[in-house]
């Protein structure tokens, strides 16, 4: 499967993003997705998660409120809604595919990641 992310940039304190992630190679529909973050000299973290079936999701407690994870399943696409953006997002941006839960050990596939930089 491949999993390529976009959307990403630099932008101000308070300022909104939209990150996708185009999805290929299995069945998108059946796997629950999330984002992760990783800033420089930092652990990956997970940001948020979606289930597959229900929808039910997930949020880093820091970005609840600020944030949503989305998906279309006919596009085969995961979105993330930021709002409200902080320097403290700022990190590189991934998507990840599971048919578990969706962390760093059972994510079975990642994208290569995208660029978010909040600074005035």
């Known amino acids: 499967g491949q999993l390529v992310e976009s959307g990403g940039g630099l932008v101000q304190p308070g300022d909104s993003l939209r990150l996708s992630c185009a999805t290929s190679?299995?069945?998108?529909?059946?796997?629950?997705m999330g984002w992760f973050r990783q800033a420089p000299g930092k652990e990956r973290e997970r940001v948020a998660a979606?289930?597959?079936?229900?929808?039910?999701?997930y949020y880093l407690d820091s970005v609840r409120g600020r944030f949503t994870i989305s998906r279309d399943n006919v596009k085969k696409m995961l979105y993330l809604d930021m709002n409200n953006l902080k320097p403290d997002d700022t990190a590189v941006y991934y998507c990840?595919?599971?048919?578990?839960?969706?962390?760093?050990?059972?994510?079975?596939?990642w994208g290569q990641g995208t660029q978010v930089t909040v600074s005035s």
């Open positions: 990840a595919a599971s048919q578990t839960a969706v962390s760093i050990s059972e994510s079975r596939y």
């Open positions: 190679g299995f069945v998108f529909k059946n796997y629950n």
């Open positions: 979606i289930d597959y079936l229900t929808p039910d999701t």
